[in-house]
């Protein structure tokens, strides 16, 4: 402090108009933190100390320093007074980017879902990964025609930006599909963005989120991310006495369930199972976020009536999306929810991305309304029974007997399958990865998974790919697990150091 006094005591204020004062105190401080007489760390006066000392007013003073921080000499922090700042590294050392992330941010540092998708676009690789429908049976020819016909139709209307809500068209014609008004119908760049809305309007840090167990890796980022404490619900059991018990003891805010054709599991809760999850959710005032995105991937028969369908008093939001039944690249999706709710949901997807893409949006329209999108679900039905098929027959075929259980489903997008206690499946990825060949390792899905949960747990996604590459791909697997049993093996049989 002695040696600030010294140093400012040597500065002699021109009061002739010519240069502000605040510019002459800000340059003479400036040119002391240049010289290293004020080195980073040091503590300047306060305002009012300044003031006094220069014979200045305290504006004067404030101007000052805000001119230093602009320049980004000093820093100022509330209630600790005003430091000089440390200067470039001249090391050529890159910028420290860790330390200025925002604590919501860092709560979301697991990159597996991003992996994955890079493993969805490496050709040497065959991805059981991917969480995707056949996208080779696309309708590419009924696309160009209905992109002529929109753009020929109205350029402007296609390339424009539309409103948040999302074109009328395609909100009336997703509206009548269901039998919802427009107005209840939210259009959103896949459910994926959905749930992010829902996490930015309806919870607060601290706030607890009761989600299937396991449960699907996107929601559970996204809660995570929103500073919610995560409580899983068994979706296999699908018990109401635990979901009670987990209402009383958590109060949580909100309950998130994908129960058709569920994310990672294949499991459909029944008619019995959703009228008594509803029952709980409206005795205790608890919202559900009904995740149905695979509602429309069944094989042979639909699954029951979604909750939406079955809610009596609007606590239901539904998320749902057209990445698994049209191109997940198109990233576009839908909210149904009261219409109080879609209107602050919209708000917040104002501030996110303004508005879905007006050309996809229209070209999705036009495929819905002139029946193609139902003559192309007819045909995904057909191909996708015949992949999981095909899954299975491989398994069999390419493993031992007993090397992979699982239960076939009836729909949806993937096999839930357990390997044996001998094997865990980050390792086992290693080795496939390795062999060419990804899956999902099980414990991505549980919200706790350091307890050991999905360790031996693997999601195999069996309609992304054709038949031939299945067999190839199950084959690869096999491989992998011979090699990670006898790396296992031999790590068992390692003598211990001493
Ligand atoms: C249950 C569930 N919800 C949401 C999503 C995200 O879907 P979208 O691609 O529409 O964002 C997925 C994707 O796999 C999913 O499985």
Known sequence: MDRMKMTLEGLTIERDGRTAIYLQVAEALAWRIDTGDLPPGARLPSERDLARQLGISRTTAVSAYRELEARGLVRGHVGRGTYVCAGPADSGAPFAWRGKVALGAQRTLDGSLRTLARHGSDRSV???????????????????HLADRVLSRGAHAALGLGPTEGQPKLRRVVASRIGVTPEQVLIVNGAQQGLDLIARCLLDPGDTVIMDRP??????????????????????????????????RYRPKLLYTNPSFNNPTGRTLDVHERRDLLDLAVRYRMPIIEDDLYRDTWFDSPPPPSLRQLDQHQLVIQVNTFSKTIAGGMRLGWLVAAESIVDQLALAKQRVDVASPSLEQLLIADFLATG?????????????????????????????????????????????????HDVDARELLDAATQAGVVFVPGDVFYPVSCDGS?????????????????????????????????????????PALV
């Open 126 to 144: 065959i991805s059981l990964a991917t969480g995707a429908g056949a996208l080779d049976l696309f309708p590419i020819d009924a696309f160009r």
């Open 215 to 248: 449960g699907y890796l996107g929601a559970i980022q996204v809660f995570r991310a929103a500073g919610a404490t995560i409580v899983g619900w068994d979706i296999g059991r699908a018990d109401p006495e635990e979901l009670e018990d987990l209402l009383l």
């Open 372 to 420: 193609g999108y139902d003559e192309h679900l007819a045909t995904l039905r057909v191909a996708h029974r015949q992949r999981h098929d095909a899954l299975i027959d491989a398994i069999h075929r390419n493993l031992s007997p007993g090397t992979l259980s699982f239960a076939p489903v009836d729909g949806g997008l993937y096999l839930w399958c357990s390997v044996g």
């Open 454 to 494: 999905g360790r031996h747990e693997l999601r195999i996604c069996f309609s992304a790919v054709p038949p031939a590459m299945i067999d190839e791909g199950i084959r690869r697997l096999a491989q992998a697990i011979d090699a990670a049993r006898s790396h296992a093996r031999n790590l068992r049989t390692e």
